[in-house]
């Protein structure tokens, strides 16, 4: 021990803050590693759940406009955020980005025509459905290009349905007041035929023919009519 106590008191000042110096550059280090993957964990969750989509409809035009994914996702699960998300709110978070991706695909495929706006309505059914939907709509009047319409408004009837819309009837046919009344009213019609083994192109015909082929232009034309909608039934079910 140092005869003068203040030289020993200076030693042990230095080598006490030598100490606290090294443990603060250890913990220093340690909340850095941490933060970083932190950080990566959190981005990695984020762009995993990032959804290129729609998030409103412009009501006047009826025409889906695209707009920021991350604000449409974070109103939709912000509440999960702030602690561990639920089962059923994980499934949600799942089905909703499956489905973005589907109308993304279904966007792609029909860019350009009038059915376009419908890709959202249209990916809340399972493929087989959707591609029916895609597929009669090509072929009956290639994707809305050619469909009957009311006092110069169009009916979004784009598959020649026959029934009634809550616009009535024009040109014979259903007139709906939008497209998501459209999709809604075919989908679950054509649900229903799926639901009754009519789950193929050649089977599903009879939404052309009805009961007899021979008074809609004969087997000729219900076969070509096959074809044509079997065509891109087949690229949205296949994926």
């Avoid at 991706?101 to 990916?123: G, R, S, V």
Wanted: net charge positive; charged share 30%.
């Amino acid at each position: 021990m140092s005869k003068n106590p203040l030289d020993f008191s200076e030693k042990l000042l230095k080598k006490t803050s030598k100490y606290y110096n090294r443990v603060n550059i250890l913990w220093t280090v340690l909340l850095l590693v941490s933060l970083c993957f932190f950080y990566e964990k959190g981005v990695s969750f984020v762009s995993d759940f990032r959804i290129e989509a729609n998030a409103s409809t412009d009501k006047s035009t009826n025409v889906v406009s695209r707009k920021n994914a991350d604000d449409w996702y974070f109103e939709r699960f912000k509440d999960s955020f702030s602690r561990v998300p639920t089962e059923d709110e994980k499934e949600a978070m799942i089905k909703d980005i499956e489905n973005k991706k589907f109308e993304k695909e279904i966007f792609k495929i029909t860019k350009d025509h009038p059915i376009e706006e419908m890709a959202p309505f249209i990916a809340k059914y399972d493929r087989k459905v959707a591609g029916f939907i895609v597929g009669i709509a090509k072929k009956e009047s290639n994707w809305g290009k050619r469909s009957p319409s009311k006092n110069g408004k169009t009916c979004y009837n784009y598959w020649g349905y026959k029934g009634s819309g809550k616009l009535g009837r024009s040109m014979g046919y259903a007139c709906f007041a939008s497209s998501e009344e459209a999709v809604d009213r075919i989908g679950n019609r054509i649900e229903d035929l799926v639901s009754q083994k009519l789950d193929t192109p050649s089977k599903i015909v009879v939404w052309k023919c009805g009961r007899n082929c021979a008074v809609t232009g004969g087997q000729a034309a219900a076969d070509k009519w096959i074809r044509d909608v079997g065509l891109y039934y087949g690229k949205i079910v296949g994926g």
